[in-house]
């Protein structure tokens, strides 16, 4: 039996899949810090962090704000072409969310907050246009471990 926090992610990660699998991306839960992105870019989910619920008593109930985290990553020589590719995937990040705020009943609400680009430079390579999405899934639970 899953727990609701593996749950909701795991919804995130499928309707990202879903939602993304049309582009020519790398579209990966957990994975290490990537070496080599594909040339349409890479998206990484983050478990993130479930943070401190709130409780009601009767019934007893935990609510969390689970911030989860999107690293999106695009990589190329042209710095117009890099910003078109990210710009894009942020933006088919935030559809696939919008479009299904409840992620299949998975949580109450899904919510995504602005992201913060920044460029990292690579050593002989193409430089890497990145920024950390998070993504607040609201959702309740009767007990913090299930």
Same mark, same amino acid.
């Given at each position: 039996m899953a727990t609701k926090r593996e749950t909701a992610l795991?919804?995130?990660h499928a309707a990202l899949q879903l939602g993304l699998g049309g582009l020519a991306i790398g579209?990966?839960?957990?994975?290490?810090?990537p070496t080599e992105i594909s040339a349409d870019g890479l998206v990484i989910l983050r478990d993130g962090q479930p943070g401190e619920p709130e409780v009601t008593m009767?019934?007893?109930? %935990?609510? %969390?704000?689970?911030?989860?985290?999107?690293?999106i990553y695009a990589q190329d020589a042209d710095d117009d072409?890099?910003?078109?590719?990210? /710009?894009?995937?942020?933006a088919a990040v935030g559809a696939v969310i919008a479009a299904n705020r409840t992620l299949g009943g998975a949580v109450l609400w899904a919510e995504a907050?602005?992201?913060?680009?920044?460029?990292l430079p690579v050593t002989g390579g193409a430089a890497i246009k990145a920024a950390t999405i998070a993504?607040?899934?609201? %959702?309740?639970?009767? /007990?913090p471990l299930v």
């Open positions: 795991a919804a995130l579209i990966e839960r957990g994975a290490p810090v009767s019934p007893l109930a %935990y609510h %969390y704000e689970h911030r989860a985290e999107i690293e072409a890099r910003a078109t590719a990210f /710009d894009d995937l942020v907050e602005a992201p913060e680009p920044q460029d993504v607040v899934l609201h %959702y309740s639970t009767s /007990d």
